[in-house]
């Protein structure tokens, strides 16, 4: 991590900026400090350590539940878990972010209409639930010891529910043998989507959990929502000379409780009033406007044609080599999920106006809104001059300091030995 300073508004001694360059520790050192802290807790040895990455979506927000197109990459931070399963029929959890009492529950009790876990916890029930009902986990007696540590920002939009989910079922499928499951990456995407949606109540599409499993070091993801097809794209920042920058605004986003829902309601409605199955299938946007009476709609419906063809025209840009002009497409996105989709807020307005104004290629927010984080595509040179720049006008607004990140596009869910 890189501190410099940025200038106080009063004039005082500069105030340092903090630039994560890469993860804290390598996976296999991080993997060893979850084992022992494992043994510690329960007295007995992991089945093993499994690590799932967050996400950070590059174009094509909120696209994926109106089964479009995408392109995330995975990030180098994620949750590491610790594992060992039992046969006394309680799962217990615990978490290194939340020390205290664990959290017990019986997998065979779980019910999605009254769930009886909740915060964090819910995200790993959740996990167990979906994987009972769909007759994946038949025995009563089955339960599991837990232990979870994350270098994730929680709310910051880069999937940390997703990171823990495609890590408790990567381990559970694992531990247990459940090699049909294993060779699947399509249904385990669709069994995390399910605990999301179902058990948790957050109304997200694939993109979250397919970015965590299906990611490739060095590429991003280029998925299509409606077929689940992917393939990896390669992302060659560093050698172009640019870096992705991550602010962090720390305005916390939760799915469950932000607009997030009411926006995917209002696409499914202009959905069913264009007889069309989803937003996707929209060909003639200009005659798609003029049915939609209700203006809220047609705003929704514009961002959500506009931002597919963003998606297409980033991948042709970065398979031609022109990997620096994505950020004139980053611009547009942005521009279209403030004014037409209205899911941004003041703090990622700024935080994209100032790292434009300071000599980013292209800035946008990124993830479901309301909050979280923006990303901005800098030159080495400039990654500086952006981060102090953005840093002086959140401290000039008297919000909280930004966090940055500089991000490389890491590898997916993986066991890690240590």
């Not at 109304?203 to 992917?230: M, N, V, W, Y």
């Not at 993830?367 to 102090?388: M, P, T, Y």
Request: hydrophobic residues 45%; glycine residues 10%.
């Amino acid at each position: 991590m890189r501190l410099f300073g940025r200038i106080s508004r009063r004039g005082s001694a500069p105030e340092p900026v903090r630039l994560h360059d890469g993860p804290p520790a390598r996976p296999e050192e991080t993997a060893k400090q979850v084992a022992a802290a494992f043994e510690e807790a329960y007295g007995l040895q992991p089945a093993g350590v499994w690590r799932a990455p967050g996400r950070v979506n590059l174009i094509g927000e909120h696209t994926d539940y109106n089964d479009g197109l995408v392109l995330p990459m995975a990030l180098p931070w994620g949750v590491s878990l610790a594992l060992a399963p039992t046969d006394d029929g309680v799962v217990e959890a615990r978490s290194a972010q939340r020390p205290g009492e664990p959290v017990r529950f019986a997998p065979a009790g779980l019910d999605a209409r009254a769930p009886s876990v909740t915060g964090w916890a819910a995200y790993v029930a959740g996990v167990f639930w979906a994987l009972r009902e769909e007759g994946h986990l038949a025995d009563d007696a089955l339960g599991a010891r837990i232990l979870l540590d994350s270098d994730l920002p929680v709310g910051a939009a880069l999937s940390s529910s997703a990171a823990l989910e495609c890590a408790v079922l990567l381990a559970l499928v694992d531990a247990l043998g459940l090699s049909g499951l294993a060779a699947d990456q399509r249904a385990m995407v669709r069994l995390a989507q399910s605990a999301e949606n179902r058990f948790v109540g957050a109304p997200t599409g694939i993109l979250d959990q397919s970015a965590s499993l299906r990611c490739k070091e060095g590429h991003a993801l280029f998925l299509d929502c409606r077929s689940e097809g992917a393939r990896n794209v390669p992302l060659p920042l560093e050698e172009a000379g640019l870096r992705l920058l991550i602010i962090d605004t720390r305005v916390e986003h939760k799915h469950t409780e932000s607009g997030y829902g009411d926006r995917r309601e209002e696409c499914e409605r202009a959905a069913r009033a264009l007889g069309v199955p989803a937003l996707r299938d929209v060909e003639d946007l200009a005659g798609a406007l003029q049915r939609l009476d209700d203006p809220v709609l047609r705003r929704r419906v514009q961002h959500v044609v506009t931002e597919i063809h963003r998606v297409n025209a980033v991948v042709g840009l970065l398979r031609a080599g022109r990997t620096a002009e994505i950020g004139a497409v980053f611009n547009g996105s942005h521009l279209s999920l403030r004014d037409q989709f209205e899911v941004s807020c003041p703090e990622l307005d700024v935080a994209v106006d100032t790292a434009a104004r300071k000599g980013a290629r292209g800035a946008r927010m990124t993830g479901g809104g309301f909050g979280g984080s923006a990303i901005a595509l800098v030159a080495e040179d400039r990654l500086e001059a952006v981060c102090a720049g953005v840093a002086a006008a959140f401290a000039e607004r008297r919000w909280k300091a930004p966090d940055f990140r500089v991000a490389v596009p890491a590898a997916g869910a993986r066991r890690v030995d240590w």
